[in-house]
Structures are given as C-alpha cells and as structure tokens.
T-cell receptor, first 111, second 115 residues
Framework: GENVEQHPSTLSVQEGDSAVIKCTYS??????FPWYKQELGKRPQLIID?????GEKKDQRIAVTLNKTAKHFSLHITETQPEDSAVYFC??????????FGRGTSLIVHP | GAGVSQTPSNKVTEKGKYVELRCDPI?????LYWYRQSLGQGPEFLIY????????DSGLPNDRFFAVRPEGSVSTLKIQRTERGDSAVYLC?????????????FGSGTRLTVV
C-alpha cells in the first residue's frame, strides 16, 4: 500500500517568512495529492491539490510542487500570517483511490 | 446537505459498551470514507464505500469494528466491546466519485472517549 512521509513535524516561523512542508510517497500509481489544513478541534479542510499531470500549482500565497520522478511534493506558504498557524497534512491517492495521509506538520507563525 | 454531517460530536462511553457513529455525506456523493485520527497523528484509513457496498475495509483494526451504508447515503460506524485504545476522533469524508479528479470533504468528526 501507499506510505506517505511528512517533514518536519513542527515548523516555527516569524510572521512574513516563508514556510515549506515536504512529503514523499511510495506508490508510483498515486496521481492526486491534496493538502489539508486543520485548526485545533476542527475538521481538515482542503487548501490546495495537485494532480500528476502538472508540476506546480499556485493559489495566492500557497503553492504546491510535485516531482513524480523523485516521488515527492511540497507545500509552500509565502508571507506567513498568524492565522496560518495550524496542522497541515499532505495526502496521496491514486492506485487504490484511498487517500493516505502524512502524520502532519504543526505550523506556528509568531507575530 | 451543505456539508458532511457527523453525529454525535462527542461520545463518552464505558469500556465494553457498544457505540454507533453516524455520517451523513454531501447529497449525491457516492464515495464515503471513514478515518480515525489519534492525537498528534494524521487521519488513518478505516473503510470506504462506493454506493452501498464496502469497496475496501482493509483499515478496520479488528472484528469489533463494522460499518454499513444500506441506502448509499448515510453510513454508520459500529464499534463493539469498546476499549480505551479506541478513543480517538472518527472522521468521515465524502466525494462525488472515486478517482484522481475528485476531492474529499471531511465532516467535523466524532470525538470518542472510552473510560
């Protein structure tokens, strides 16, 4: 089955800095890679996703890159704000149509 | 409905008791997923339905766990003889279909505490 590794587990940045979270996956058949933001006590919410036919996707301050050869994908947040503080999860799905999640990255943005 | 609805939001039960957790997916979503999330961990897959049938139940930890979706809409996750290790947030998600071009929408979860 799919195995998704996510790093770092905790990321602390100053407001205005950039934050990068990286994930690797094992199943070469995976072709859909969503990212979720989960605030304390709330549901995971989809913030951006990328499919295997593109290498990069951007939505305002958030961007995701995908390297299928290396089987890794990353989330980039620029100009971070305190409200970006949350736990971020990457996921991969495709071959089995079951999203497999990483263990999460706790992002802390200090004002 | 407008979103994925899960009830109850919180459930405290005694060890050994039986519990049922309900998920009402977005109207028209044919795929429904159950996940379990322990503190500080990512969601862990349990089972998913395509329509009324369980397409993959490989994530269910043991035979105390069972889930149904008799009419292809609402699903119920059933846990027998609960144990303290079952304590977690149980998340449900639904999507319009199964495949790489469908996104998943999560419910708010049911926080189960076994005492």
């Amino acid at each position: 089955g799919e195995n998704v590794e996510q790093h770092p587990s905790t990321l602390s940045v100053q407001e205005g800095d950039s934050a990068v979270i990286k994930c690797t996956y094992s199943d070469s058949a995976s072709n859909y890679f969503p990212w979720y933001k989960q605030e304390l006590g709330k549901r995971p919410q989809l913030i951006i996703d990328i499919r295997s036919n593109v290498g990069e996707k951007k939505d305002q301050r958030i961007a995701v890159t995908l390297n299928k050869t290396a089987k890794h994908f990353s989330l980039h947040i620029t100009e971070t704000q305190p409200e970006d503080s949350a736990v971020y999860f990457c996921a991969a799905s495709g071959g089995s149509y079951i999203p497999t999640f990483g263990r999460g990255t706790s992002l802390i943005v200090h004002p | 409905g407008a979103g994925v609805s899960q009830t109850p939001s919180n459930k405290v039960t005694e060890k050994g008791k039986y519990v049922e957790l309900r998920c009402d997916p977005i109207s028209g979503h044919t795929a429904l997923y159950w996940y379990r999330q322990s503190l500080g961990q990512g969601p862990e897959f349990l089972i998913y339905f395509q329509g009324t049938g369980a397409a993959d139940d490989s994530g269910l930890p043991n035979d105390r766990f069972f889930a149904v979706r008799p009419e292809g809409s609402v699903s119920t996750l059933k846990i027998q003889r609960t144990e303290r290790g079952d304590s977690a947030v149980y998340l449900c998600a639904s999507s319009e279909g199964v495949g790489d071009h469908y996104g998943y929408t999560f419910g708010s979860g049911t926080r189960l505490t076994v005492v």
